[in-house]
């Protein structure tokens, strides 16, 4: 298995965004400093549970969703 090196272009939340190639949804998170306890994702149009964040790899040409939980009343 070889170790992507560099950076990919991605669509997050509609904008164009350069990011580590090799990241995985909870690898995404963190490189944007995002509390992934407040979060979804969806990656390419699909939303992607929060028990497969690891397994999901970001790939160049991604579109990412996140939305923010917000609490109210």
Do not use: H
Not at 11 to 19: C, D, K, P, S, W
């Amino acid at each position: 298995m070889s170790i992507e090196t560099g950076t990919i272009q991605i669509a997050l939340n509609g904008e164009a965004r350069e990011v580590p190639a090799g990241l995985t949804v909870t690898g995404l998170l963190q490189y944007l400093e995002i509390d992934g306890a407040k979060v979804a994702v969806e990656l390419n149009r699909e939303i992607v549970r929060k028990p497969d964040w690891g397994a999901c790899e970001v790939g160049a040409g991604a579109q990412v969703e996140v939305v923010w939980f917000v609490g109210g009343g």
